[in-house]
C-alpha cells in the first residue's frame, strides 16, 4: 500500500452539466447502499457508546483511557518521525546519488513490506531469546546477551523497520518525477548539496513525506500484533481485554480510536491534494532529469547505512525464522520433539488464507464500482460522499471494524443467524480494505473511451452488455491491480480474524499467532515462511515493478 492508494482522481464536482449524463437510477441506488454498509461500522460504535449505561465523559477523562491513548499517540509519534528520517533518506540515497548498487537497493528497500508487523515482532524476538540465531552468534564471541526487545522501545525499533517503506516509495517517486532545472540553477549559485536539499529539493517532497508519514501514524495506532508481543499497550490492545467484561469502555477506547484514524486521514488527504497541486505546476517544465549527486567519501558510510537497514528489516527476520524452522526439522528428522504441525496444518491454513483474501478481493471490486462509475464517469456529488465513507472505513481499524460486527449481529434480532459467519468475516475486510481497490476503480473507468461505449450502445447493447464487452477487458488490468492490493491487505490482517472468523477457520495469520502463543517456535517459523512467500510475490508484482515502470 502506497501513501496514495485511497486518494480519488481529482474532478470539478459540479452536478449534472453539458457533456456529463445523469447517472442511471440503478447506480445511485447501488452507491447508496454501499454508503450504508461502510457506515455501518462506525455507526454502530457511535451509538453503543452513546447508548451505554455509564458516562462517554467519565470514560474518557479517566486515567485507564488517558494512559493507553498516551502510550499510542507517543508510539505512533516516534514511529512516523523515524520512518520520514529513514525513508526519505534511503529514497534521496537510491534516486539522486551515485550510491554503489542502487539498482539492487530500489528492488531491496520496499521489501519488508511482506513482513506483517506480528511477524516480524516474532522473528526478533525468537532471534534474541536463548537459542536464537542472534543470541547464539553473539554467545560465540564470549559475550553473554541479556537484551530484551519489549515495551516502548522494541514497539519502535520493530514498527520503524517494517513501515519505511510506506514513506519511501512515495518520496522515492516523487524524487525521480522533479525537473534537475532547479537544482543546477542552484548549484551554480554555489549552493552545496546539503544546501541544494534544504532549500530546493526537500520543499518539493515534503507533501509526499507527510502523506508517507501520516500513513504510518495510522498503521500504528491500529497495529494489534506487534504491540502486544512487545508487551506495550497501546488502545488497540485494552479494546480486544475489555471486549467482553467491559464493553462500555471497550467501545469508548474504539471510537476514541475511530475519531484519532479518521483526523489522520483528513490530514493525508489534504496534505495529498497539496502535493498534486504543486505536482501539476511541475509537470510543465520540459527537462525533467534528475540531477545526480556524487557521494565521493561519504559513499562507503551511505552504503553501510542502506545495508544494515536491509540487514535489519529484510534478512534479519528472515534467517531468523529461517533457522527456528531448520532447528525444529532437524530435530524431529534427529529423533528429538517431532513438529507439532504436519501437511494438515499448513495446507489447510494457506488454502484458507488464499480463498478468503481472493474472494475479499472480489467483493471490495464489485462493491466499489458503482462507486467509481459515479466519480469519474458521471461527476455526481453523491459519488464524491460516498467515495469518502469508503475511504473513511479504511481509516477504521481491523479491530474495532470486527468488533461492532460481532456485537451489532449479536443485538440485531433480524441478523442473529449471522453470528461468527463467513459473510460477517468478509464484510469486515471489504469495509476496511475496500478503498485500497477505489483509487485503481476510478483509473480504470476513466481509461475507457466514452466514444466506444457509445458506438456500444448506437449499436443496441444494453448496460450489462457493455459491461461485459466493452467496459471490463479495458479496465480489467486497473481492477486487477486494486483488487491484488486488497487481497495482499487480506492475507495479513489478524486482529479482525481472530476476532469475527468462524470456530474452526483457521488463516495462516492466525495459525501464526496461536502457534506462536504457545511457544512453538519452528511451527510459527514454518507458517511465517509460507505467508511471507506468498505475500513477497504478491509486493513485488504489486508494488516493487510498478515502483520500478514509474522510473
Request: glycine residues 8%.
Amino acid at each position: 500500500m502506497t501513501a496514495n492508494a485511497t486518494d480519488a482522481p481529482r474532478t470539478a464536482v459540479v452536478g449534472h452539466r453539458a457533456g456529463v449524463r445523469r447517472p442511471p437510477r440503478t447506480l445511485v441506488a447501488a452507491a447508496v447502499v454501499t454508503a450504508a454498509l461502510f457506515a455501518l461500522p462506525g455507526g454502530y460504535v457511535v451509538w453503543r457508546v452513546m447508548g451505554g449505561s455509564g458516562s462517554p465523559l467519565a470514560l474518557l477523562a479517566s486515567r485507564r483511557t488517558i494512559e493507553p491513548l498516551w502510550r499510542t499517540i507517543q508510539l505512533a509519534v516516534l514511529v512516523s518521525t523515524s520512518t520520514a528520517v529513514l525513508g526519505t533518506g534511503l529514497a534521496w540515497l537510491t534516486t539522486r546519488t551515485d550510491l554503489p548498487l542502487r539498482r539492487l537497493w530500489r528492488i531491496v528497500v520496499p521489501l519488508p513490506l511482506v513482513y506483517p508487523s506480528f511477524v516480524g515482532a516474532a522473528a526478533f524476538i525468537s532471534g534474541l531469546a536463548p537459542g536464537g540465531i542472534v543470541h547464539d552468534l553473539v554467545g560465540y564471541l564470549g559475550v553473554d546477551l541479556t537484551t530484551r526487545l519489549h515495551g516502548l522501545t522494541g514497539s519502535w525499533l520493530v514498527l520503524t523497520l517494517f513501515t519505511y517503506p510506506y514513506v519511501y516509495l512515495p518520496v522515492a517517486a516523487r524524487l525521480t518525477a522533479l525537473p534537475g532545472a532547479f537544482e543546477e540553477n542552484a548549484r551554480l549559485l554555489g549552493d552545496g548539496p546539503r544546501r541544494v536539499f534544504a532549500r530546493v529539493v526537500l520543499p518539493q517532497i515534503w507533501s509526499s513525506i507527510a502523506a508517507g508519514s501520516l500513513l504510518v501514524f495510522l498503521y500504528t495506532v491500529s497495529d494489534f500484533g506487534a504491540v502486544h508481543l512487545m508487551r506495550f499497550e497501546t488502545l488497540t490492545q485494552t479494546i480486544f481485554r475489555t471486549r467482553l467484561f467491559d464493553r462500555d469502555r471497550s467501545f469508548t477506547l474504539a471510537l476514541l480510536l475511530l475519531v484519532l484514524a479518521l483526523l489522520v486521514v483528513a490530514a493525508e488527504r489534504t496534505v495529498s491534494r497539496s502535493g498534486r497541486r504543486r505536482g501539476a505546476g511541475l509537470t510543465t517544465l520540459g527537462d525533467r532529469r534528475s540531477l545526480t549527486v556524487p557521494l565521493g567519501r561519504w559513499a562507503a558510510p551511505a552504503l553501510a547505512a542502506t545495508t544494515s537497514v536491509v540487514g535489519l528489516a529484510l534478512v534479519a527476520p528472515a534467517v531468523s525464522l529461517a533457522d527456528w524452522g531448520l532447528f525444529g526439522f532437524l530435530r524431529a528428522r534427529h529423533g528429538g520433539m517431532p513438529l507439532r504441525l504436519d501437511w494438515h496444518d499448513v495446507l489447510g491454513p494457506t488454502w484458507n488464507t488464499v480463498w478468503i483474501s481472493v474472494l475479499t478481493a472480489l467483493v471490495a471490486t464489485v462493491v466499489v464500482l458503482p462507486v467509481a462509475y459515479l466519480v469519474a464517469r458521471h461527476r455526481s456529488r453523491l459519488g464524491e460522499a460516498v467515495n469518502a465513507v469508503v475511504v473513511a472505513g479504511f481509516a477504521i481499524p481491523g479491530l474495532v471494524v470486527a468488533l461492532s460486527m460481532i456485537f451489532w449481529t449479536m443485538h440485531a434480532s433480524p441478523f442473529e443467524f449471522l453470528i461468527g459467519s463467513m459473510p460477517v468475516l468478509v464484510f469486515a475486510y471489504v469495509v476496511h480494505f475496500g478503498a485500497q481497490a477505489m483509487r485503481t476503480a476510478q483509473v480504470a473507468v476513466g481509461t475507457v473511451p466514452r466514444r466506444m461505449d457509445d458506438a456500444a450502445r448506437l449499436l443496441g447493447a444494453g448496460r450489462l452488455r457493455r459491461l461485459a464487452t466493452v467496459d471490463l477487458p479495458l479496465m480489467a488490468p486497473g481492477l486487477a491491480a486494486g483488487a491484488g492490493l486488497v487481497m495482499l491487505s487480506t492475507m495479513k490482517e489478524l486482529p479482525a480474524t481472530l476476532l469475527a472468523s468462524p470456530i474452526g477457520f483457521r488463516t495462516l495469520a492466525t495459525q501464526i499467532w496461536n502457534t506462536y502463543e504457545a511457544l512453538f517456535l519452528p511451527e510459527t517459523a514454518i507458517l511465517a515462511m509460507v505467508l511471507l512467500c506468498i505475500s513477497a510475490v504478491l509486493t513485488w508484482l504489486l508494488v516493487v515493478r510498478r515502483s520500478e515502470h514509474l522510473r
